[in-house]
Structure formats: C-alpha cells, structure tokens
C-alpha cells in the first residue's frame, strides 16, 4: 500500500519523479552509465545544472540581474554566508524572530554585527507572525522567514523595507507566487518543495554583492559560485537532478500559480475540518496559517489511541507534531495529492462519529 | 554495452551498490516510501547514519578518541574548516604544495595565518611529491594532500611531524591501509572510494578541537558537528545512504587490505604496459606514482586518433587527460574490476601493432 506522506521534511516527492531517479541511477541519458558515477563537467550533467537553473528562473519569474545557484550545507549554512556577504564590517541588520529556524539565523548574524529583532512571536511559542513592526533605514539587509515549518505559520504579505530583503524560503518555495523583485537573496534548501536533502537553492540580485568590505572565504562569498555556475567544485549531483525534474513535473503541471490553487484547496480542506471538528484545534493564529504544515491538537486526549490507529491503518505516515508544539502536523507539500488529505479528513470525521 | 568507467570522479561506484540505490528510491526499507521522502530523525535512517560511521571506523581501524562525521561543501570546505578549527589566532601552519587542491587549501588557510609552504613540486608541474622536507616544531598543524588525481601522484610514505597532522584523502581513502593514528584530522569528499558527490567524511581526533581562541561559526565548527551525529541540520540523506552501501561492499569483498593488493595489481598492470610499450609514456615520477589516477602520454601523436577510436570502440570512458596535464588519465578506484584494465591495455598493445 502506498504511504500518505505528511512528512515535514525530507518530504513527499512526485512519483513519477522518483521513477525516473532510480532510472538514472542505473543508466542516465541511455549512456549506459549511472548519473552518479559520471563528471559532473561532462555534458550530459551540465545539462542537467543549466536546465534546473532555467526552470527555477521561468516558474519564480526571477527578473534580470538576479543569479540562480545551488550550493550544500542548507539553510544553516545560509544563516552565515548572508551576512558575511551583506553585512558591512560592524554593520546592522534587522530580523524576524518566527521561529526556531530565525532564531539560529539570528544567532549567527550577531556574531558578525549588530542585530535588532524587529519582530518577535517567541512570547506565545511562536503561532503567529509579527506585523507591522518597523525597519531601521539604516540596516544593511532585514531578513523574515516566509514559513515556519515546525509551527505552522506563513507570511502572507512580505513588508515593504528601506534596506536589502532577504528570505529564507526554504518550507514555501515554489508551493506559491511572489514577487522576487522585492527580495535581494532568497535562499531555500530543497528538501521540501524542490527534491533531497543535500542542496540549497540561492536566488540572489546580483549588485547586491560585494559591497561588506570583508574578506570573505571563497566557498562562503556567493560570487565564487555565481562565477563558476555552481561548479567552483564537485556539485551535489544528484539532489540537483532530482531538483531538475521535481520542477519540471511543477511546469508540466502548469507552473507555480496552478499547484498555488491546489495548496489552498487542500489547506482549506484541512483546516475546514480543524475548525468544524470540536475534538481538533488550529494552534496557529488563524491569518498566518501556513498552507505546507497545518499544527493541530486533539482535544480530547482520551480519543488519541484510537486516533492513532486510525491513521496508521489508513497508510498515514509524517504527522506526529514536533516536539515543540506537540500534537499534530499535516505537511502538504506540493507533491502531495488532495486525495491524501481527504483521507486525514475522513478519519478525523470518523473519529469524531465513533 | 557497460561501459568501463575510468572517471577521475565522480566515478564507478559498484553496480550492485548502484542496483541497491536504485530500488530505495523507489521503496526503503520494505516501507512503501522512498528514502529521499523520509525524515532524516526516523529510525530507518539514523540506522543508515549508524551503520556508515560504524563502517568507516571498522574498515579503517579508527582508534577510539577520534570522531567520525558526515558533511557537505566537499574539500574545498574543509580547506576553510581545518585552519578555522585548528590555527590558534595569529597561527601557523605547514603544508605541502603538491596540486591544484593543495594550492587552493593554502590561499584559504594563509587568509587565517601565517602559512609557510615546507614542500612544493608546482616547479615540474607537480609530477612528484616533495619529500624530506622539515616541517617546524611551532606551527599548529601540518597539511597533506595524500593524492593528487589530476597529476597522479600519491603519498607512499606519511612524513612524522612534530605537529598534528592533517591529510585531505579525498581521492585515496579506503583504498589503502593508512594508520590513522598518524593522523588529527583525515577528511575526504565521498566521490571517488565512497560514493557519490554531495557529502565529505571527516574523521577527527576529538581532543585537538576547541583549542583556538577562535569564535567559529557554528557550521564550521566540527564540534557542532560531532556532538549532533552529523545532524545538526538535515544531512545529504542520498549520498550518505550510497556511501554506507559502498563501505558495505567494501567489507563484504574483505575490506581494506583485500582492495589494496587488487588496486596494487591494477596499477602494476597498466603502468607495466606503459613503461613496456614504447608508444607511451607515463608523466609522474615512478616512486611517486599515483595507484588511482595513472597519467600518461601518446608519445606518437599521429596515432591519437587511431587510439582514441580504439578505447571509445571498446566501451572506455573518462580516460582524457585533466587539460593542466594533456594526454590521458585512466582513475582505477576501487570499484573499477582489473578486467577493465586490461581491456586498456590490450588497446595499448593493439595501438602499438597496427
């Protein structure tokens, strides 16, 4: 029996994209070779990296002057190399603290200038995102995360800056529209929307660069990576692959603003029966709720044996709630068929009529 | 047709290593999901995590005190890391300059501190390995490069050093007995004995950390590293599970010694026809010659087109020379059989008697 995969992530991919994966890996490119044992300088590999560049450009509409690169060690390691690559020797920057995944962002830019946390939603376990908070005009960049995996929140509207933005996407990438024009580096590792662990995507405005006055290390300065076209060195070959044809069946689909329409059919869905439901409760507030990972609680504690058995039995795998929240999380990445969560639904009606 | 690869990497991995990888895209574990949908935290595979440090601890006999961890960013990272973890502030460090690599991870560790360069064959085009050189008592680590694939030399005897000792084994760990107690840090890209691009093995005595004065950033601090089982963040899920698979293959066949002795008789197979057949010639010095990457020359430059459509008629692929070298190279890493050696060198005879 096939799995529903609710998993946070690494997460759900498309099917026929983990088909065509395990066929590489025994014969890519009909050369009788595996996609991993070839040299990623050879052309069929160089293909693969200009092709994955190119769809991320035409579905994010991604304008002129910016670069598209895919560089290793995920989000974390972005958390560093913006700013060593933004902020000005004893600069400033202003975050949002939305999350556990802001916070160690934060954590690392104080150790490179002054940081101030424009925006805090820790007091309340983070279940909503702060708004209409100020930007210093005089940071260097101002960093938000766009969706907090493990708590469930979504930014819905990006706030207007007198400085840099930058976006650490990394849980709503190409799951919906935005405008990447406002933004100066969106970072995002794949392992959500976009393929395996093991790369990170970076979208960054290229005249934004090289303006800190550091001496950056070479494999952290994103200019060493713009200039060789993510080949400085051995590139991770096979999450790019896997990246290449997650957003290629994305564009056979009909591109980002189709899979928005189908996330917010099964948000609504999922959260329809959340708030219908009287033994489930939301735990995010109810304007910031992030269409990727719905954060439930079950009521009544005295139904969570019978809960869990009815889902595992259905094939449901993924939702256990992160230990920060507790209860329950619904991941619904893009690969994720409505069909899947109208089975959660089901149980959760069944629940409640048992 | 297979073909035989003799890629200087990424490279031949084993097939059945590459049949295994194939069919966990698809199904893991008898689990119904892929392993590159799974969480990184579910038992299947911090199993995978387990097994691949338990393997590389027991087939290079790790002495207790050393840590072993799974990375991303590849050498060139680890270039960075090394002086970060290992150079007091206003330190000093020894290397050898024996390669393009070599080269590179001097410029990163001299923008820490004060470098001095003990051994350097950049004068002859790096066709040796310098040796006798003396390494000063006050630095705080000494750096070699054990391989060097794109000249094809190889380290045949580790110096003693009055300082730690670091070693880059990217392209020749697991291919020979090394007595790793020699060694402080080890570190090596999995893509040439390992498996495939996308993560880094490091093997590091525990007690040299932690001793710089230096506030390193957390990604770049082998303790964070260490102290979470590599999971710190979401690792390289599919190049972690393939290496595992590989050292797995690696131990089945009889492990380390087992591959030294073929690797040993692969190279005195090919560099015994290059040294006989008076058409070629190979470009290291023969006490320094490299048992995974054999560099060689056409001596007769009127038979390259009838040489090369000889070995592409026979199914061999990756044998071109790195441009800095000319000519061909032909890597012979663990997974290459000797049958496809030989394949080679009958071409060889047969150029010669055409």
């Known amino acids: 029996m096939k799995k529903h995969n609710f998993s946070a992530g690494p997460c759900i991919l498309p099917q026929e994209v983990l088909k065509q994966a395990s066929d590489a890996i025994l014969n890519f490119n009909n050369d009788n070779l595996s996609l991993i044992e070839i040299s990623h300088r050879s052309k069929p590999f160089v293909d693969v990296m200009d092709k994955a560049v190119e769809l991320v450009k035409e579905l994010l509409n991604v304008p002129k002057g910016y670069s598209v690169i895919f560089l290793q060690g995920g989000a974390s390691m972005e958390f560093l190399m913006v ?12 975050y949002t603290n939305t999350g556990a995944w802001a916070k160690k962002a934060i954590a690392e830019a104080k150790n490179l200038g002054d940081v101030t946390v424009v925006g805090d939603s820790s007091d309340t376990n983070y279940n909503y995102i702060p708004k209409g908070y100020e930007i210093p005009s005089d940071v260097d960049y101002f960093h938000c995360t766009s969706n907090n995996t493990i708590y469930g929140t979504q930014v819905k509207d990006f706030p207007n800056t007198p400085s840099l933005m930058v976006c650490d996407m990394s849980s709503d990438i190409f799951s919906r529209m935005v405008d990447i024009s406002k933004f100066d580096i969106i970072y995002a590792g794949a392992q959500k929307n976009m393929g395996p662990a093991g790369t990170t995507l970076v979208i960054v405005k290229d005249e934004v660069l090289g303006k800190t006055g550091r001496n950056i290390p070479t494999m952290l300065d994103y200019n ?3 200039s060789k076209g993510s080949m400085f060195n051995t590139p991770p070959v096979f999450p790019i692959y896997v990246s290449m044809l997650t957003l290629q069946w994305l564009k056979d689909l009909g591109g980002v603003e189709v899979i928005e329409k189908v996330n917010q059919e099964k948000a609504n869905l999922l959260y329809g029966e959340i708030d219908r439901n009287p033994l489930f409760e939301g735990t995010a507030a109810k304007e910031d709720r992030s269409n990727m990972n719905v954060c439930f609680l079950l009521n009544d504690s005295s139904k969570e044996d019978a809960f869990n058995t009815l889902w595992n039995d259905a094939g449901i795998n993924g939702i256990k709630g992160h230990r920060s929240v507790g209860g329950y ?5 893009n690969a994720m068929p409505i069909e ?5 639904v089901d149980i959760m009606k069944k629940l409640e009529q048992n």
């Open 83 to 94: 700013p060593l690559n933004l902020m000005k020797i004893n600069g400033k920057a202003a």
């Open 224 to 226: 060493t990576h713009i």
């Open 329 to 333: 999380r619904a991941s619904m990445y």
């Open 340 to 344: 899947s969560v109208q089975v959660l």
